[in-house]
């Protein structure tokens, strides 16, 4: 634990506002790590690939959303080809949502960027650039590459809200609440009321736990304050639902699903986001390139890595991840024919459908003469 412990440190996290669950470490097995929850670094880079990465960003961005109107046209064979549960085929039937933010990873080859993973959910990973790039550029002198960002957020997020009311009755629309719902740990009741400022209609942010749909007509409510909601947005997508189930055996899903065809309520983000996470999709995306990089789309085909549900195309060099995979959990890499885990191996990780992909480049940052990497 003392590698990163310093006088500096604790300051830093005393003075910067940051999120206190940030200034912690990974608990494993009930083990402490010496990593901690969140480490930046900052360095400089040349006006020109600062550039290239935002026209990155739009266009990958871009992409994504054609594919996922392609995606509201896939029958079960369709979906389940592609790696979605079969029964998930009701969000097809849905009114289609526009979302609003999303993080895009990137990683290098020759010299160039290259996109290996895409999260449209967890605002954690909207509050790391937005609330963090400016503290850490200045802590390090450096000028902060997106000072606008957080009023593109506010915009965004209140532009697709706006739109996913339009489907409710005119009453409804007047002065809605909006209902912010997320796990009940400190790091996303934290973050979640974070997002929530950002909000120009009344909130009301809450735990899962408190969330109903047994009302007349299926609306939602916070069983904590009892008011219903006209909107929901959710921290990850509204599959969590299936987990939960009341005491007569109805499970909250088919509430939720039963109450938005009926358009007793509005969704925000979380349809598309959820289309979104598959890494499936990157499979998708590189067995149709060629009607997919056409046109204006064709200078984003270099962004994409190759993305296979084999790894026959790849040789003896990739790396391997669960579709439905996250920090790391259940991937490997196996380069040159050896094979190399990632520590996290969760059993639900580790039994989940792969995607297989070409091996890219990740920086690695050195702490006290030792590189941090995923492994």
């Known amino acids: 634990m003392k590698k990163f412990i310093s006088a500096e440190r604790t300051a830093f996290f005393e003075n910067s506002g940051l999120p206190p669950f940030w200034d912690s470490y990974y608990e494993l097995d009930g083990i402490k790590t010496d990593y901690p929850y969140m480490l930046y670094t900052c360095h400089k880079e040349p006006e020109h690939a600062m550039l290239e990465l935002q026209k990155a960003n739009v266009l990958a961005a871009e992409i994504f959303d054609l594919v996922a109107n392609r995606i509201y046209k896939w029958d079960e064979k369709e979906l389940e080809k592609w790696g979605f549960p079969k029964h998930h085929k009701e969000f097809l039937k849905l009114p289609k949502e526009e979302m609003f933010c999303m993080r895009i990873g990137w990683a290098w080859k020759n010299d160039y960027p290259m996109l290996f993973e895409i999260n449209a959910e967890a605002p954690t990973l909207w509050i790391e650039p937005e609330v963090a790039t400016p503290l850490m550029t200045k802590q390090f002198g450096l000028r902060n590459p997106t000072p606008n960002s957080n009023n593109h957020l506010k915009k965004a997020l209140n532009q697709a809200i706006k739109k996913s009311l339009a489907d409710l009755p005119a009453q409804r629309r007047k002065n809605p609440t909006i209902g912010f719902v997320c796990y009940n740990d400190m790091e996303d009741l934290t973050t979640m009321r974070w997002l929530a400022d950002f909000c120009e209609y009344t909130t009301e942010m809450f735990p899962i736990d408190n969330l109903d749909f047994t009302l007349e007509d299926d609306i939602p409510f916070n069983t904590e304050t009892g008011q219903q909601l ?44 959820y289309f979104a996470q598959s890494k499936g999709t990157l499979a998708y995306i590189t067995e149709h390139a060629e009607d997919i990089f056409t046109g204006k789309y064709k200078a984003a085909e270099k962004y994409f890595p190759k993305t296979y549900f084999s790894p026959k195309k790849l040789g003896k060099t990739y790396i391997a991840k669960p579709i439905w995979g996250r920090q790391g959990q259940g991937c490997f890499i196996v380069k040159n024919g050896e094979t190399t885990q990632s520590r996290y191996q969760k059993e639900y990780y580790v039994k989940q459908q792969k995607i297989y992909q070409e091996l890219l480049t990740i920086p690695q940052i050195p702490v006290e003469e030792e590189p941090l990497n995923w492994v």
Do not use: Q
């Open 230 to 273: 006209d909107a929901l947005i959710f921290w990850d997508a509204p599959e969590c639902l299936e987990e939960r189930v009341y005491a007569d055996g109805e499970n909250m899903f088919n509430l939720f699903i039963k109450g938005l065809t009926k358009r007793s309520f509005a969704l925000v983000h979380a349809i598309p986001a």
